[in-house]
């Protein structure tokens, strides 16, 4: 009854199934964290949650590590029951009887959003320019050095373009630097407008 009454109340959101897959428990904190109630989980699979945006390798090496008595570490974007997509931490452990024959598995949960979703913003403000959403030059330097040596490697041509926007100074002076940062933006997105994903 303790152990029962814990679960219940654990601050993280716990998830046990059988080794089918079928949900049978759902604790208070996963119902709040992915938006179900718990009598719409009991008897589903988990794959309800999934949001399309994790590999299927994840999951082929989820099954594979619990299936062989280990325990399993690892993240998840999953949909909330509003279909707004939330990452989780999961620690995935397989349950067994008294013969030691896995009947279950408990997945304790950490909903990681607000984390994965500063590190994106982090991330994005690290590799591209504030003003136009463009790579910045740190980023385009990098990019521009694996693709040279790429191109020396395959033996493929390389081209470079330079533009040269005439009369941005005068643009600046004449208009204001709001004006110039007008003409940056649209520039980016004319030349972004004409470029393949490969480009």
């Keep these: 009854a303790l152990l029962s009454t814990a679960v219940e109340q654990s601050p993280a959101p716990v998830v046990i199934t059988d080794i089918d897959g079928s949900i049978r428990y759902a604790n208070p904190k996963f119902e709040q964290m992915s938006g179900y109630e718990r ?15 994790t ?23 999953n949909k909330r029951r509003n279909g707004e997509p939330y990452y989780v931490e999961a620690q995935i452990a ?13 997945a304790l949960q950490q909903d990681v959003t607000e984390k994965r979703l500063l590190q994106k913003q982090l991330e994005k403000l690290a ?14 330097l990098h990019n521009f050095e694996r693709e040279v040596i790429r191109a020396e490697r395959y033996g493929q041509p390389l081209t470079v373009l330079a533009f040269d926007l005439d009369h941005f100074k005068h643009i ?13 933006i649209q520039f980016s997105r004319a030349i972004q407008s004409g470029l393949r994903d490969s480009d």
């Design 55 to 77: 590999p299927e390798k994840v999951y082929a090496e989820l099954w594979q590590t619990v299936l062989q008595g280990k325990e399993w570490y690892g993240e998840f974007e």
């Design 127 to 140: 590799t591209t320019d504030g003003l136009t959403g463009i790579y910045n030059r740190v980023t385009f």
């Design 172 to 184: 600046n002076d004449r208009y204001g630097h709001h004006a110039g940062d007008e003409v940056l």
């Design 39 to 53: 009598g719409e989980v009991l008897g589903e699979n988990p794959r309800m949650f999934k949001s399309g945006a």
């Design 94 to 106: 397989p349950m067994v009887n008294g013969s030691g024959k896995i009947v279950s598995l408990i």
